[in-house]
Nanobody, 124 residues
Framework: QVQLVESGGGLVQAGGSLSLSCAPS????????MAWFRQGPGKEREFVAAINLRGGATNYADSVEGRFTISGDSAKNTVYLQMSSLRPEDTAVYYC?????????????????WGQGTQVTVSS
């Protein structure tokens, strides 16, 4: 069973930047879409961004549009999230997800594989 492994979380001051990455545990794993979700303290898991690794189409939540950039490496089936202008409300556990379908959808239930999550904390 393939696992998604996130890295890059940490503590940063408001206004700062942080990068996350996510790669599958099996090199042979292939998905069409990879995404990032997050779950803040006392909140439900929410969509952040998604990318179609084959065509490059992206989708962003309004709350991160213009501040976060998702990118991917189709050869490695790896996804990255560059976060800038971070705010305290961006504090959350960030989860990587992958789906075999081709649309960069926002609904978490339509993703087939998940990572364990990485903590991002933004201090004010």
């Amino acid at each position: 069973q393939v696992q998604l492994v996130e890295s890059g979380g940490g503590l940063v001051q408001a206004g700062g930047s942080l990068s996350l990455s996510c790669a599958p545990s099996l090199r042979s794993f292939r998905s069409n879409v990879m995404a990032w979700f997050r779950q803040g303290p006392g909140k439900e898991r929410e969509f952040v961004a998604a990318i179609n690794l084959r065509g490059g189409a992206t989708n962003y939540a309004d709350s991160v549009e213009g501040r976060f950039t998702i990118s991917g490496d189709s050869a490695k089936n790896t996804v990255y999230l560059q976060m800038s202008s971070l705010r305290p409300e961006d504090t959350a556990v960030y989860y990587c997800a992958a789906r075999l379908g081709i649309q960069a959808v926002t609904q978490s239930g339509r993703y087939d594989y998940w990572g364990q999550g990485t903590q991002v904390t933004v201090s004010s």
